[in-house]
């Protein structure tokens, strides 16, 4: 029963109407009872099967598993067959459906006698296979041509299809296999397989030869594959300068390929994108990026939210603390924003962090106090969350809540000790130093002073991570907080 109600919930207001239009004819008995079924279904979608079955008294169990197939079949049908503008909105997937159908409705013509209709019709799906890269429907489509439609054609119009079809086998074969390796780079579960497996360099390997099938092949679709996988391991390598390259060339090919262009496409390149700039701390064009991903997500889909999270990060690292504000908002009333449990956290922590960059104090410590799922948490956001919440603190002078949350954040580095880096151990060496000299910044320790200096000037292992969590930095709220080096001082009154 739940296959027909999976059916029922996919189908279009026009698919529904012209089923009840093929049904609601009482001549024949069983239609009758189909319409009956069909009606109880679609109104009352949470009806337990056994509820249904007794709508249906009078019928038998095996003609009500009869009455259930015959249903299904129908809603098969009008969903084949049934027009629709909205049917398939991603414009390479929608053609991919009409010429697989003029195909069939070809293929019923041709072999019910009417070969000059099959043919024009196999004709106009020709083309559209070749517009879009379809290999395996050219493939079929000259098939069936040379199978069917031999005395259509001459000598020569043969020997052009026979290559085609050697042509399209081969290309097809390529897409296949360009496919295969790209789920192998990009898919988890089979990526571990193949470090337990395979030496290492194996990923190189297999983006190289990704590249070179699309040398050869010159696909859009094969190039899709090859692009995404390489951006990616580029991403994952930190070889950033190189993403953008491939990025750029990726991004021309789904926006003027018709065979792999796609709202949905366009937005994962420029999040791509995106999240290189960032990374290289370019935040004008990383926002610029994750401004055309988030717009060319679905509206209500989760991959927007994402895009969201991503903007409102550039937006963050910019000082653009309004635009990041108004991001905030968007996410917040997204229909996804409460799916998954972490969100609605981390969210509110952004906007925390946003407020005490603008030094809204008494707004930050309002939102920080909503929601405190993420102290449950064993990872980054746990511990950035305890740093901006004592941060807030010393701009409070609150010492005696301050030597609490100092005291439970030096256990958890404790427990956790992979999250206790040099970069946090400063922060939390400092925020202690302060609390012993009463948040005395001019009092602060030349062990403090270089350790600060390290975080300042990024040394190894005190990195600022722009993709990251650290949505205030440390370093930066510390040297607001120190007097100017007198050296500085006498040169401005000069």
């Keep these: ?66 009455l259930k197939r ?6 098969l049908s009008v969903l084949l067959i049934k027009e629709s503008s909205k049917r398939i909105a991603q414009a390479n997937r929608a053609a991919q459906f009409e010429c697989l159908k003029k195909l069939a409705q070809a293929y019923v013509l041709i072999f019910r006698g009417a070969k000059q209709e099959g043919a024009e019709i196999l004709n106009s799906a020709r083309e559209l296979a070749i517009k879009y890269e379809l290999s395996a429907e050219l493939v079929s489509i000259n098939h069936l041509t040379r199978e069917a439609l031999y005395t259509f054609t001459d000598g020569k119009r043969l020997n052009e299809v026979n290559q085609s079809l050697r042509n399209d086998l081969e290309r097809w074969s390529d897409i296949l296999r360009s496919e295969e390796l790209s789920f192998l780079i990009t898919l988890p579960q089979l990526k571990e397989a193949l470090l337990e497996a395979e030496e290492d360099g194996f990923e190189d390997k297999l983006v190289q030869e990704l590249k070179e099938l699309y040398e050869k092949s010159g696909a859009a679709r094969v190039g899709y594959w090859y692009y995404m996988a390489d951006v990616e391991k580029c991403i994952a390598d930190r070889r950033f300068e190189t993403a953008i390259e491939l990025g750029h060339h990726f991004l021309k090919l789904v926006e003027e390929s018709p065979a792999v262009r796609s709202k949905n496409n366009i937005a994962g390149v420029n999040q791509s994108l995106g999240f290189a700039y960032l990374n290289l701390r ?18 209500a889909g989760f991959n927007r939210l994402q895009a969201l999270f991503f903007l409102a990060q550039s937006q963050v690292a910019s000082a653009n603390y309004e635009a990041v504000l108004e991001t905030v908002h968007s996410a917040m009333v997204h229909p996804r924003i409460k799916a998954r449990e972490p969100l ?125 969590t650290e949505f205030v930095r440390f370093d930066l709220w510390m040297k607001s907080k120190l007097p100017e080096p007198k050296d500085d001082q006498e040169s401005d009154e000069e």
């Design 282 to 299: 370019q935040y004008d064009r990383a926002t610029a990026h994750f401004a055309r991903s988030e717009k060319n997500f679905p509206a």
């Design 344 to 468: 609605v956290p981390r969210w509110l922590f952004l906007k925390a962090s946003t407020e005490f960059l603008m030094g809204n104090i008494d707004a930050a410590f309002k939102t920080m106090n909503q929601d405190g799922y993420l102290l449950r948490q064993q990872d980054e956001w746990n511990i950035q969350f305890r740093l901006l919440e004592m941060m807030l603190l010393v701009e409070m002078r609150d010492e005696e809540w301050l030597e609490f949350k100092l005291d439970a954040t030096r256990k958890f580095l404790t427990r956790y000790k992979q999250l206790d880096r040099p970069r946090v151990r400063t922060a939390v060496d400092i925020l202690g130093n302060l609390l012993r000299r009463e948040l005395d910044f001019t009092e602060l320790s030349e062990k403090n002073r270089q350790a600060l200096s390290n975080s300042l000037n990024e040394t190894e292992g005190f990195e600022w991570n722009p993709s990251g």
């Design 1 to 66: 029963m739940e296959d027909l109600r999976s059916l029922i919930r996919v189908m279009r207001i026009g698919e529904k109407r012209m089923l009840r239009h093929l049904l609601s004819r009482t001549t024949n008995a069983e239609e009758h009872q189909r319409y009956r079924l069909f009606k109880l279904l679609d109104s009352h979608q949470k009806m337990q099967e056994d509820e249904v079955r007794s709508a249906f008294s009078g019928v038998s169990s095996s003609a009500f598993s009869h």
């Design 70 to 75: 015959r249903l299904k079949e129908d809603i």
